[in-house]
């Protein structure tokens, strides 16, 4: 059986092998610049959002279904545009109300996030 120290050192020299770091080099810029763009993008929407639902006084325990439809709304501004995404947005939308959420403030969310319109405005 091996100790301790054998299965360190076994994991270091796998770790710090010649393979891996400079695979790792290579991929740290691009890496930083990604986590950077995620900083800039999505934590700040995330934050309006919470911003949002704190002042219409949304409860708790819903406000993880109002992050989720946020976060789809992210992920379909990264993917479509135009038209698709207003659609793509308004079946989001749909969706999360058959959940049980608010339309207002999913539609508070599109407007002071997203400026994406309302999608009771766009029916």
Known sequence: M???????ARYNARMQSQLVGPAMATQLPTMVTNYGAYLDEFYLKQEACAQILSENDVALTLRFGYQAFNNEVYHATKVLSDDALATEVCILNAKYVALGLVEATLDLILVGVWSLPACAAAV
Do not use: E, G, P, V
């Open 2 to 8: 091996k100790t301790d120290a054998q299965r360190i």
